[in-house]
């Protein structure tokens, strides 16, 4: 599937701003394909993880129409916001001037939500397997002082929100395209 080619028949409807969401479980892949594409087609990442956190994983949609969908729309060439804290030795910078590019994407577990569809032109959803997702996620959270045990608990308290946020939203069943989190980007999108 040519991305480019999908693209030039869509319509922004943020502006001047073309918004792709690349919506998955988390440690599903979202954050590779994000990054890649980014460089690719010249784009900028928000990314939803600034904006959710463990106590808080999706009743953060507003600070995103507010910070971030509301000021491009208005035209602004750059977007400011906080960012979460995640853990106890956590302590993000906050997102200062970020540019605003011709496309942006969004990217994270619930970026496809209903309440952010009058502002994305197209769906991305990267499907992975629960069990793969929640092997990375260990894997990454390794080095933020939790246990196994604790990590764990966290993540099977993660994928139950998760999973009322894809069956009331149904992303997945939504998306312009769908990508296999386990297998080569390049293999499942061209640009040329």
């Known amino acids: 599937m040519n991305l480019r ?3 030039s028949s869509r319509h922004s409807k943020s502006g001047k701003t073309f918004f792709i969401a690349i919506d998955g479980r988390a440690g599903s892949g979202k954050s590779t394909l994000a990054q890649w594409l980014a460089k690719e087609l010249d784009a900028q ?8 956190s463990w106590n808080n994983p ?9 910070q971030v969908f509301h000021p491009i729309r208005n035209g602004s060439q750059s977007i400011s916001y ?11 910078e906050p997102v200062i001037n970020q540019p605003v590019t011709g496309i942006m994407i969004l990217e994270g577990v619930g970026s ?14 990267v499907d992975t397997a629960r069990d793969i997702c929640l092997r990375r996620g260990l894997e990454r959270d390794r080095g933020t002082g939790k246990t196994a045990k ?4 966290l993540w099977e308290g993660w994928f139950e929100e998760e999973e009322k946020y894809l069956q009331r939203d149904q992303p ?4 312009d395209i769908e990508i296999d989190g386990t297998k080569p980007l390049e293999d499942q999108i061209t640009l040329s």
């Open 112 to 125: 496809s939500r209903k309440e952010f569809q009058e502002y994305i032109s197209l769906n991305i959803f």
């Open 5 to 7: 080619q999908m693209l």
């Open 150 to 153: 604790e990590l764990t608990r």
């Open 45 to 52: 990442v928000v990314m939803t993880d600034d904006f959710a």
């Open 58 to 66: 999706f009743n953060w949609w507003l600070a995103v129409i507010e």
């Open 82 to 92: 906080p960012r979460t804290k995640w853990w106890d030795n956590h302590h993000p």
């Open 172 to 175: 997945r069943e939504h998306a």
